[in-house]
């Protein structure tokens, strides 16, 4: 068992209600109609939709200042009032991935203000960022965020906005599923 | 099969033959005879000797001057004059990973000269880095390096001058393993 990698499981079952899944660029993936998140096994799971891994780690391009901003504002993920949830696999095209480190540090926030646009929906919106190229994962990385039903309009400004970004350019593959938990 | 992750396997038999495993800092590892690199399979191996697993990624410090010079003169793995290898596992504190980017790239080139210093033996001394925290592994680092006899000396001093710098000081756990290849 690797307790850092996690299996976003789509299936007939899951803690999760998928409400929709679009394709906001590249190919489509199977529709399924739950979702839950593991940890890894390495043993294959039964579900007759898709498995997607990824790992947490630490952060990339994030520096000190905005990681003490980061740190005094973060959001928990399962707070009991966030039942809503959204999935987003994104793949960063091979252009992005050859690109040094100053080159895509001022890509990403110097011209594209990831971590300051973030910061401007914490703690309303709570998110987690999965990594997965590393272990020969389709997707380049999975997002997981967490919010209250009032904030779904704010989510919804958060993620258009990034998608305008400079960083989005080199986005070649991504999908759009949102959630709700199960329960609620 | 993961075509990403690579195992080092230890034991009785394989392509390097082990000369010396020491210990730099830290707990000893199990003495083997041979090492072998393979992609990872999933499968457990069965020797009776360790297995260290690492991916290789995208460069996390590297600027584009910086990776300018590298690709100019870098070094393949494989050249038949190169018969000897050291296989250097790591392990960094959690000092190091609480540390924001910029606070890490000041540390590792800045102040300890990481990539200037290997520019500065290549392209005698190759050098390939995999990264094994992200998976659950014990080290966060294996490095792997291959030159040719006449070169072990430059070799000595590389590895000794890393160890007196500022980033080095986060390492609480390393082990240096020299190898030579069985058929030479």
Chains 1, 2 share one sequence.
Not at 45 to 61: A, E, I, M, Q
Request: one cysteine or more; glycine letters at 6%; proline letters at 4%.
């Amino acid at each position: 068992m690797n307790h850092q990698i996690f299996d976003f499981v789509g299936g007939e079952t899951g803690l999760w209600r998928v409400l929709k899944i679009e394709t906001v660029v590249g190919q489509p993936i199977q529709q399924v109609p739950f979702l839950n998140i593991v940890q890894s096994t390495g043993i294959p799971h039964s579900s007759n939709g898709w498995v997607l891994k990824g790992f947490r780690s630490n952060t990339r391009y994030t520096e000190r200042l905005e990681l003490d901003q980061l740190i005094a504002i973060q959001a928990e993920l399962g707070r009991t009032e966030a039942i809503c949830a959204a999935l987003i696999p994104i793949r960063k095209t091979e252009a992005w991935w050859a690109l040094a480190q100053d080159e895509r540090r001022k890509i990403f926030e110097d011209q594209s203000k990831h971590t300051a646009t973030g910061l401007k929906y914490l703690p309303a919106i709570a998110r987690r960022l999965y990594h997965c190229r590393d272990i020969g994962e389709p997707f380049d990385f999975l997002t997981w965020f967490e919010y209250a039903p009032e904030h779904a309009e704010a989510f919804e400004e958060l993620v258009h906005h990034l998608r305008g970004t400079a960083e989005w350019q080199y986005v070649d593959w991504e999908i759009d599923i949102r959630l709700i938990q199960t329960d609620k």
